[in-house]
């Protein structure tokens, strides 16, 4: 079992940056595929970044070249380092982790967090 839990969301003004963290139970961050989804309100459930199995690393188009995903195995912690944050970021972040990088990425991962408050203001 694998529990993970996110921190770092809050009230920022659009151009501004936060981090993300999400600290796993386990040696996941290792070994299993990990990744962020974001659901807005009204919104499907839809990935923003994610790091394989193989640590490569895979990015929604709209997030492109504002955020960056990062592991630190260590501490069992992945990171989203968001910049450049505009109003339609708003929504509610999720860590989540999978032992198959493709389930992760097809939304189905095994283990989510409780999420994370992410909104951003004009």
């Known amino acids: 079992q694998v529990q993970l839990v996110e921190s770092g969301g809050g009230l920022v003004q659009a151009g501004g940056s936060l981090r993300l963290s999400c600290a796993a139970s386990?040696?996941?961050?290792?070994?299993?595929?990990m990744g962020w989804f974001r659901q807005a309100p009204g919104k499907e459930r839809e990935l923003v970044a994610a790091?394989?199995?193989?640590?490569?690393?895979y990015y929604a188009d709209s997030v492109k070249g504002r955020f960056s995903i990062s592991g630190d195995n260590a501490r069992n912690t992945v990171y989203l380092q968001m910049s450049g944050l505009k109003p339609e970021d708003t929504a509610v972040y999720y860590c989540?982790?999978?032992?198959?990088?493709?389930?992760?990425?097809?939304?189905?991962?095994?283990?989510w967090g409780q999420g994370t408050q992410v909104t951003v203001s004009s």
């Open positions: 989540a982790a999978d032992p198959r990088t493709a389930s992760l990425l097809s939304g189905k991962a095994n283990y």
């Open positions: 386990a040696r996941a961050s290792g070994t299993y595929a």
């Open positions: 790091i394989s199995v193989g640590r490569n690393t």
